[in-house]
């Protein structure tokens, strides 16, 4: 009980954070989620199985955060599009500073890097970019409330229904309690939040809310594996403990940075 009181305190305080600072300015969010990219890549440095670590390389967490803000000031229309050649560049970068490391360089590292990048940086940074996509004349950022919202109704009904009705394993080798009782349950709870979101907001028709939330159910879940295939591979039940209850970063935003990229290319594609 202890644990779910913690779990609950937890998350509530966390989702007024992030909520407050969608309401706030798109710039309060953009502070919020760099802090976050940036404790995300120091828990992906402690869980990828290189060495040396890449936590002693400065390089390293310059290009990451530099590729969030890259990114996200480019979907904020603060940059211009050219600017995001950074983003290849830092690859580039990071293979030359490589090249130098002492005692021997290695490409696994550079893979480490690049995994981080696209893993953490880029997901964050189109998050930005979600605060005026498809707005309309409507200020408020509806699609990227949506996103957490519908992500955390998932994340919060598959666990209810599968700890009440859940008998066949999902991914037992990766996430053993899991269940794909639990994952339709999150899936039809997502699209009845979908289908208000469609009641209060004209942003999207009903069909393009409903395929949002298809979208948002199907990736959270394996954004939630592929965090859980990380840490099975470090061998760590949790990639950090920055939140009582629930872990590190990684742990709170594994579904939302998978889902991210999805949601923005959909939106972009309508």
Same mark, same amino acid.
């Given at each position: 009980?202890?644990?779910?009181?913690?779990? &609950?305190?937890?998350?509530?305080?966390?989702?007024?954070?992030?909520?407050?600072?969608?309401?706030?300015?798109?710039?309060?969010?953009?502070?919020?989620?760099?802090?976050?990219?940036?404790?995300?890549?120091?828990?992906?440095?402690?869980?990828?199985?290189?060495?040396?670590?890449?936590?002693?390389?400065?390089?390293?967490?310059?290009?990451?955060?530099?590729?969030?803000?890259?990114?996200?000031?480019?979907?904020?229309?603060?940059?211009?599009?050219?600017?995001?050649?950074?983003?290849?560049?830092?690859?580039?970068?990071?293979?030359?500073?490589?090249?130098?490391?002492?005692?021997?360089?290695?490409?696994?590292?550079?893979?480490?890097?690049?995994?981080?990048?696209?893993?953490?940086?880029?997901?964050?940074?189109?998050?930005?970019?979600?605060?005026?996509?498809?707005?309309?004349?409507?200020?408020?950022?509806?699609?990227?409330?949506?996103?957490?919202?519908?992500?955390?109704?998932?994340?919060?009904?598959?666990?209810?229904?599968?700890?009440?009705?859940?008998?066949?394993?999902?991914?037992?080798?990766?996430?053993?309690?899991?269940?794909?009782?639990?994952?339709?349950?999150?899936?039809?709870? &997502?699209?009845?939040?979908?289908?208000?979101?469609?009641?209060?907001?004209?942003?999207?028709?009903?069909?393009?809310?409903?395929?949002?939330?298809?979208?948002?159910?199907?990736?959270?879940?394996?954004?939630?594996?592929?965090?859980?295939?990380?840490?099975?591979?470090?061998?760590?039940?949790?990639?950090?403990?920055?939140?009582?209850?629930?872990?590190?970063?990684?742990?709170?935003?594994?579904?939302?940075?998978?889902?991210?990229?999805?949601?923005?290319?959909?939106?972009?594609?309508?």
């Amino acid at each position: 009980m202890n644990n779910f009181l913690t779990r &609950t305190l937890t998350g509530a305080i966390l989702a007024i954070v992030v909520i407050g600072s969608i309401i706030w300015s798109p710039w309060a969010f953009f502070t919020v989620m760099g802090l976050l990219a940036i404790i995300s890549l120091w828990e992906f440095v402690k869980l990828f199985p290189t060495e040396p670590k890449a936590k002693g390389t400065v390089i390293y967490y310059f290009l990451g955060i530099s590729v969030y803000v890259f990114v996200s000031l480019t979907g904020m229309n603060v940059l211009n599009f050219a600017n995001l050649l950074f983003v290849v560049l830092s690859f580039f970068i990071l293979i030359a500073v490589e090249l130098f490391r002492q005692p021997k360089p290695s490409w696994i590292q550079i893979a480490a890097g690049f995994s981080a990048f696209i893993y953490i940086s880029l997901p964050f940074g189109l998050m930005n970019s979600l605060f005026s996509i498809r707005s309309g004349n409507i200020s408020f950022p509806w699609i990227l409330l949506a996103l957490f919202i519908l992500v955390w109704v998932n994340d919060v009904f598959a666990y209810l229904v599968g700890s009440v009705l859940g008998k066949h394993k999902l991914y037992p080798k990766l996430s053993p309690k899991k269940t794909w009782e639990g994952s339709i349950g999150g899936l039809v709870f &997502t699209l009845g939040a979908a289908w208000l979101f469609s009641r209060l907001v004209s942003v999207l028709n009903l069909e393009q809310w409903l395929w949002l939330g298809v979208i948002i159910a199907v990736t959270g879940t394996l954004g939630d594996l592929s965090e859980s295939l990380l840490k099975r591979n470090a061998g760590v039940k949790d990639s950090g403990t920055l939140f009582p209850g629930h872990g590190g970063v990684l742990d709170r935003f594994d579904a939302v940075l998978f889902a991210t990229p999805f949601v923005f290319f959909y939106l972009y594609t309508l």
